[in-house]
């Protein structure tokens, strides 16, 4: 935020995900006295990106950019104030076809960072790194990263925004929080509309909205928001613990992912990274079509997802835990990734108006298994 004059000028941060939090208390820690984070929903909220009770985190991305800024935030995950939300239950990236060039270009990767990773070539050799996982049925090669897991999302986004505030750092949600809009002038950007009482003015605006970014401003072209299907299941503590013991795990030919039962709530998570499904609104400014969730309502109340999505989910248990692959769901919901073409993050500053920077982007992540 170079262009920013005085570090106690206004810094007004749009939306409470990790990217605004994050970006937040970065600026609280060099100094900035002014930031305030606007969201339509108190953090961690219910239908963003960065929440639900689990992502993936591991530093083997084939973009050697990335992969380096990931091998980074492993070792703030592993240590200091996040580290109990971390779980380094090890990942595993299968393939039906071994020798796999994209697996051995992963593979490259974590040599170039000095992770031991293990090969396996067969799923019996899979399984004797992890008995129990007895039950898979299909043969496939692939590689276990021991030195990767998954985090707690949403309690690691609440922790986020606690140390916000504990720095100083305003938060302000619901009508006040919700911005309908940017005011923009010839001379640049000077604050955001909201959805109740007055404007709030500042001439330094983060836009972090994730997959809403396109409703704010004219990125069509450069990003489009999917919704991704994700499917809880619970199950009983006992049957948690017959499977606390596996790893994170994707398949690489289908995009379905599995995580290990959550500690204490025992909730089995898969979801499938794809193409995705898009919901097209209209921007009233420009009257174009865009893909964006909506705004005014929470996506995460309804538990829709398309037919073909469910399926695709069951498809993926049938094949690793045949076990639980029948169980009803407990919840499912569409989570909202939005990408540019490359899967490259967008944080920058806006190319025309002075005083907006953008940050976001990137939920596909480049260097994972389709970018
Ligand atoms: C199904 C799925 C699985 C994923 N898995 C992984 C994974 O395993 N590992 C990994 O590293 N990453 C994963 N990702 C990607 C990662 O979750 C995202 O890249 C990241 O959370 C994006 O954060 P964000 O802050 O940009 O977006 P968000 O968390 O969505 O934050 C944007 C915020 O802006 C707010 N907002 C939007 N518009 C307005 C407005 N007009 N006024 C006020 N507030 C507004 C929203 O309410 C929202 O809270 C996954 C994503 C999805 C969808
Ligand atoms: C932050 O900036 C706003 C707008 O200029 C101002 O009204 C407010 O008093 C400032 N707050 C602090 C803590 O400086
Ligand atoms: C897997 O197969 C490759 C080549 O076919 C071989 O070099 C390697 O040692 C095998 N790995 C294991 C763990 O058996
Ligand atoms: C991944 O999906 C493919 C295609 O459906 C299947 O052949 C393979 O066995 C699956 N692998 C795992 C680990 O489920």
């Known amino acids: 935020m170079n262009s920013v004059q005085n570090k106690a000028d206004p810094v007004l941060v749009v939306g409470a995900g990790v990217f605004g939090l994050g970006c937040a208390l970065e600026l609280a820690n060099r100094g900035y006295s002014n930031v305030t984070v606007f969201d339509r929903l108190a953090p961690p909220v219910p239908d963003g ?8 985190v591991r530093s083997d991305y084939s973009d050697p950019f990335y992969a380096a800024l990931a091998k980074e935030a492993l070792q703030a995950w592993r240590s200091g104030p996040f580290q109990s939300f971390y779980h380094n239950s090890g990942f595993v ?10 697996l051995e270009k992963l593979n490259g990767v974590l040599q170039g960072q000095n992770i031991p990773f293990e090969k396996f070539n067969s799923t019996a050799e899979l399984q004797s790194m992890f008995p129990c996982l007895d039950t898979i049925n299909a043969n496939f090669g692939g590689y276990l990263n021991p030195n990767a897991g998954w985090a707690d999302a949403a309690g690691a986004v609440s922790l986020l925004a606690t140390l916000c505030t504990e720095k100083g750092v305003s938060i302000v949600t619901g009508p006040r929080g919700t911005v309908k809009s940017l005011r923009i002038t010839k001379a640049g950007i000077e604050g955001v509309n909201v959805a109740n009482g ?25 990003m489009s928001s999917s919704g991704q299907p994700v499917g809880f299941i619970q199950l009983t503590p006992e049957e948690a613990r017959t499977i606390s013991q596996m790893p994170t795990l994707i398949n690489m030919t289908t995009g379905f992912f599995v995580f290990p039962p959550t500690p204490g709530t025992n909730i089995l998570k898969v979801a499938c990274h794809s193409n995705g499904f898009e919901t097209t609104m209209r921007v009233q400014s420009t009257d174009q079509t865009i893909s964006a969730p909506k705004r005014d309502a929470n996506n995460a109340v309804s538990s829709f997802i398309p037919d073909s999505a469910d399926a695709a989910l069951r498809h993926g248990l049938r094949q690793v835990l ?11 919901r569409l989570c909202w990734y939005t990408d540019t073409p490359e899967g490259n993050f967008v944080i920058d500053r806006h190319p025309s108006i002075k005083g907006l920077f953008i940050a976001a982007g990137g939920a596909g992540h480049p260097g994972s298994i389709y970018c």
């Open 322 to 332: 045949p076990e639980f692959a029948e169980r009803p769901w407990m919840r499912r």
């Open 198 to 222: 007055p404007p709030v003015m500042g001439s330094n605006v983060i836009l972090a909205t994730g997959a809403w970014t396109n409703g704010l401003i004219d990125l069509t072209y450069a």
């Open 49 to 56: 990106s960065s929440c639900d009770i689990s992502r993936i």
């Open 93 to 102: 990236l299968t393939s039906e076809s071994m020798p796999d060039a994209f």
